[in-house]
């Protein structure tokens, strides 16, 4: 049972999940992190609260060889 003052991120990304993506404040936090990220590129990245997984998507296709690893609570984000 979800505690009645906890976050539930399923109903967040089941209800805003594409509006909350599509939106220029995502883009921009991920072009902001990529860019301060490009000075010195990392070896392994961890998100914590990785949503749907669109920082993954970015980060992995501009850093192939960098590890990535994202941990999600929610099963409905991951499934986005």
């Known amino acids: 049972m979800i505690h009645p003052h906890a976050d539930d991120w399923d109903q967040h990304w089941a209800e805003f999940g594409a509006a909350s993506e599509a ?5 921009y936090r991920r ?3 990529l860019s301060i990220l490009a000075a010195d590129p990392p070896a ?18 501009r850093y192939p ?3 990535y690893l994202g ?3 929610s099963r409905t984000g991951v499934e986005f």
Do not use: H, M, N
Request: hydrophobic residues 35%; glycine residues 16%; contains cysteine.
């Open 23 to 27: 939106g220029p404040t995502p883009k």
């Open 44 to 61: 392994r990245l961890l998100e914590i609260g990785s949503g749907t997984g669109e920082f993954a998507e970015d980060f992995c296709a």
């Open 31 to 33: 072009r902001l992190i």
């Open 65 to 67: 060889s960098s590890g």
């Open 71 to 73: 941990l999600e609570l």
